[in-house]
């Protein structure tokens, strides 16, 4: 599994190249890619407090193509909650998610349109 490039492994293997790029500066490059059948990457992040609650919530969306399931610019949008409390952990959580994400993909598998989950 190839993680967190800019440059595409998947669509450099079907001739095209392609940069990877969050779409807003507080979004981090997080990437994954078989470099055969599929690519995920976090387009847009956003950090928040839901009202009334205690702790914050991460909502990611990703994005991904699938070839064997003819998918192209497919989104998934992930809530964390609760998010991590630094930075450094927040992105930990990320990395989980795009993890997880990239395990459904690898097995050639649609994810859900939406996820909502814990990370410790």
């Not at 998918?71 to 930990?92: C, F, Q």
């Not at 997880?100 to 939406?114: F, M, S």
Request: glycine content about 4%; charged content about 30%; some cysteine.
């Amino acid at each position: 599994m190839k993680r967190n490039f800019t440059v595409c492994p998947h669509c450099a293997a079907t001739g095209k190249q392609r940069l990877i790029r969050p779409a807003t500066p507080r979004t981090p490059l997080i990437s994954r890619s078989d470099s055969r059948s599929f690519h995920l990457f976090l387009e847009e992040s956003n950090v928040s407090r839901p009202s009334g609650a205690t702790d914050q919530e991460v909502a990611a969306l990703f994005r991904y193509d699938l070839d064997p399931a003819g998918e192209k610019s497919e989104s998934t949008l992930v809530t964390i909650r609760p998010a991590g409390a630094t930075g450094e952990r927040m992105l930990a959580q990320l990395e989980q998610s795009a993890d997880r994400l990239a395990a459904v993909l690898e097995k050639g598998d649609r994810p859900q349109k939406t996820y909502s989950w814990r990370i410790d």
